[in-house]
């Protein structure tokens, strides 16, 4: 059964960088047949995408959020990870990783982590 | 930022039948890009409820059905349960951002 569990920092300040860690079991971050990503969730609010990756190497970013995003991956570990630079209390918010299986037109989220609250505080 | 529009809320008493509408435009749902569904109980991850327009997982009641046309959407849950109050959102993709986009959430309420 896949799991994904997201760990890092719960509480950061203004102005730092935000990473978190995204640890797959029971599945490879290597296959061809997926996509992985983060999709953040603000306290009562909705859902937004923020970045995706392909075992190539290729990495997709959200247009409003591309200019201090980085998603990098170890596949050694089977663990991809998030940075957000420059964070805000706008930046505060529930961030879940996510997988989309990579067929064509398949633009969908089938497996999620139990997501991570980020506050962001002075 | 959310692309699709939902409504905020919808209610409905126990064995009713409510509808969810998720409203796009000519670069989502209207360019052809499927639309996919999914609930979030209290607390917890969004789970997959309706792929590809209406397809359901494995597991999902057929309570829950969905469909697609012209630039939208709509979920139809049937035989409203308890166990349905929760967050309902719709998602596609986008060609003009160039990535997935979600609906701004619908809350059913169970009476």
């Known amino acids: 059964q896949l799991q994904l569990q997201e760990s890092g920092p719960g509480l950061l300040k203004p102005s730092e960088t935000l990473s978190l860690t995204c640890t797959v079991s029971?599945?490879?971050?290597?296959?061809?047949?997926?996509?992985w990503g983060w999709i953040r969730q603000p306290p009562g609010k909705g859902l937004e995408w923020i970045g995706s990756?392909?075992?190539?190497?290729?990495?997709y970013y959200n247009p409003s959020l591309k200019s201090r995003v980085t998603i990098s991956v170890d596949m050694s570990k089977n663990q991809f990870s998030l940075k957000l630079s420059s964070v805000t209390a706008a930046d505060t918010a529930v961030y879940y990783c996510a997988r989309r299986p990579s067929g064509v037109a398949t633009y969908l989220f089938d497996y999620w982590g139990q997501g991570t609250l980020v506050t962001v505080s002075s | 930022q959310s692309v699709l529009t939902q409504p905020p809320s919808v209610s409905g008493a126990p064995g009713q039948r409510v509808t969810i509408s998720c409203t796009g435009s000519s670069s989502n749902i209207g360019a052809g890009y499927d639309v996919h569904w999914y609930q979030q109980l209290p607390g917890t991850a969004p789970k997959l409820l309706i792929y590809?327009?209406?397809n359901r997982p494995s597991g999902v009641p057929d309570r829950f059905s969905g469909s697609k046309s012209g630039t939208s959407a709509s979920l139809a849950i049937s035989g409203l349960q308890a166990e349905d109050d929760a967050d309902y959102y719709c998602?596609?993709?986008?060609?003009?951002?160039?990535?997935?986009?979600f609906g701004t959430g619908t809350k059913v309420t169970v009476l």
């Open positions: 590809g327009n209406s």
């Open positions: 029971g599945g490879s971050i290597s296959s061809s047949r997926y996509y």
């Open positions: 998602q596609s993709y986008d060609s003009s951002l160039s990535g997935y986009v």
């Open positions: 990756f392909y075992y190539s190497g290729s990495t």
